[in-house]
């Protein structure tokens, strides 16, 4: 099969890596409008055949159906190329988040039906991973009783994108570069998680708000006005029982950092770590009127790292096998979240997402 990579950076390269573990020889394209970019990615996969334009490569060959086009540009340069990929009739893994904001990721789905293709999002790098497996495995087995209230934060003193992480990546502070903050970055993966666990058929984002604290190393010198804290008060449904969610996550916070994932059921909790596998899970319980608790197994290490599972999971499904991957309307509607978030963080307004209908209201 043939990988067409557009974004000759480090996640680029990551991606270029993750092929050679796929089940098949992959035929490497990679298209990057920076000669140096170019050179270091061509240097270190040299079976590689560079471009310097999108749509010359693009153009290079007759698309065949299992043709696969990697967007591994910053979300300002999502939009263009996906469209442009899809309209030459190949399906298409984009970076996270998505889009800029909802008009894009919906245009872009659109094109992808019409085109007959598929389009995924990197947001599921955690999914399918064992520990991720286990916590499903216990929410669908009735251990928990009826869930009621989870708990999901993501707590980091100093760790924003563009300052800490990736300082030379000043765009993560642009919100006309990123789409916006700590949500943009990381809320892809957690809404990913969230949902993938809870299956929900509805969501309410009740309330949010978001913040950005200051620090005395914050740069003056270019645009920064993205947000490093966020959270939100929401309630899934699934049927029309209701799970109140909790949820928090921050890049800068001059309060305690944590991290907590926990589900609460009428018969017993679950805690886990989501994006650190090598933590264990465990099941809370009442008996004879002590609380137990005992560790899940959760299973051998899988094969695939999170910077694997994407194509992996969206290779897949491209295949007809069984995937993790989220496409089309899935991917839309995990990216509707974010947006929802920050809609109701402006407004005040509470917004539903009503997955069944595929559509958002106030």
Same mark, same amino acid.
């Given at each position: 099969?043939?990988?067409?990579? &557009?974004?000759?950076?480090?996640?680029?390269?990551?991606?270029?890596?993750?092929?050679?573990?796929?089940?098949?020889?992959?035929?490497?394209?990679?298209? @990057?409008?920076?000669?140096?970019?170019?050179?270091?990615?061509?240097?270190?996969? $040299?079976?590689?055949?560079?471009?310097?334009?999108?749509?010359?490569?693009?153009?290079?060959?007759?698309?065949?159906?299992? @043709?696969?086009?990697?967007?591994?540009?910053?979300?300002?340069?999502?939009?263009?190329?996906?469209? /442009?990929?899809?309209?030459?009739? =190949?399906?298409?893994?984009?970076?996270?988040?998505?889009?800029?904001?909802?008009?894009?990721?919906?245009?872009?789905?659109?094109?992808?039906?019409?085109?007959?293709?598929?389009? %995924?999002?990197?947001?599921? =790098?955690?999914?399918?991973?064992?520990?991720?497996?286990? *916590?499903?495995?216990?929410?669908?087995?009735?251990?928990?009783? @009826? &869930?009621?209230?989870?708990?999901? *934060?993501?707590?980091?003193?100093?760790?924003?994108?563009?300052?800490?992480? /990736?300082?030379?990546?000043?765009?993560?502070? @642009?919100?006309?570069?990123?789409?916006?903050?700590?949500?943009?970055?990381?809320?892809?993966? !957690?809404?990913?998680?969230?949902?993938?666990?809870?299956?929900?058929?509805?969501? *309410?984002?009740?309330?949010?708000?978001?913040?950005?604290?200051?620090?005395?190393?914050?740069?003056?010198?270019? $645009?920064?006005? +993205?947000?490093?804290? +966020?959270?939100?008060?929401?309630?899934?449904? =699934?049927?029309?029982?209701?799970?109140?969610?909790?949820?928090? =996550?921050?890049?800068?916070?001059? %309060?305690?950092?944590?991290?907590?994932?926990?589900?609460?059921?009428?018969?017993?909790?679950?805690?886990?770590?989501?994006?650190?596998?090598?933590? $264990?899970?465990?099941?809370?319980? !009442?008996?004879?009127?002590?609380?137990?608790?005992?560790?899940?197994?959760?299973?051998?290490?899988?094969?695939?790292?999170?910077? !694997?599972?994407?194509?992996?999971?969206?290779?897949?499904?491209?295949?007809?096998?069984?995937?993790?991957?989220?496409?089309?309307?899935?991917?839309?509607?995990?990216?509707?979240?974010?947006?929802?978030?920050?809609?109701?963080?402006?407004?005040? /307004?509470? /917004?539903?997402?009503?997955?069944?209908?595929?559509?958002?209201? &106030?």
């Amino acid at each position: 099969m043939r990988l067409y990579i &557009i974004g000759a950076g480090v996640i680029g390269r990551t991606h270029a890596e993750a092929a050679y573990k796929l089940s098949e020889p992959v035929q490497l394209r990679v298209a @990057d409008t920076n000669p140096n970019t170019l050179t270091l990615f061509c240097e270190q996969f $040299p079976e590689a055949v560079g471009f310097t334009n999108v749509q010359e490569m693009l153009n290079s060959e007759a698309a065949q159906k299992d @043709d696969i086009v990697i967007i591994s540009t910053p979300p300002m340069a999502h939009f263009d190329p996906t469209k /442009q990929a899809l309209e030459s009739g =190949r399906h298409v893994l984009c970076e996270k988040p998505l889009a800029m904001n909802e008009s894009q990721a919906r245009e872009m789905i659109q094109i992808a039906d019409k085109h007959n293709r598929l389009i %995924g999002c990197c947001s599921v =790098r955690f999914k399918g991973m064992p520990h991720m497996e286990a *916590v499903k495995k216990v929410v669908r087995s009735g251990w928990l009783g @009826d &869930i009621y209230h989870v708990t999901f *934060v993501n707590k980091w003193e100093r760790s924003r994108s563009g300052i800490e992480y /990736q300082p030379s990546s000043r765009w993560f502070l @642009d919100s006309t570069k990123s789409g916006g903050g700590v949500l943009m970055d990381w809320g892809p993966y !957690d809404f990913t998680t969230l949902n993938d666990i809870l299956n929900p058929n509805k969501i *309410v984002f009740n309330t949010a708000w978001r913040a950005k604290p200051m620090t005395e190393i914050d740069p003056h010198d270019i $645009p920064f006005d +993205v947000e490093t804290h +966020v959270g939100a008060s929401m309630t899934y449904f =699934r049927s029309n029982h209701p799970i109140h969610v909790h949820y928090e =996550r921050a890049s800068c916070a001059h %309060g305690e950092g944590y991290v907590k994932a926990e589900i609460e059921g009428t018969l017993g909790s679950l805690r886990w770590t989501p994006f650190d596998s090598k933590q $264990p899970v465990f099941r809370r319980y !009442d008996k004879q009127g002590q609380t137990i608790e005992e560790q899940i197994e959760t299973g051998p290490r899988s094969q695939y790292t999170i910077f !694997d599972n994407p194509l992996h999971h969206f290779y897949r499904k491209v295949k007809g096998l069984e995937s993790h991957a989220n496409v089309n309307d899935y991917a839309l509607q995990n990216f509707q979240c974010l947006q929802s978030l920050y809609s109701v963080a402006e407004t005040g /307004q509470k /917004q539903t997402i009503d997955l069944s209908s595929k559509g958002v209201t &106030i």
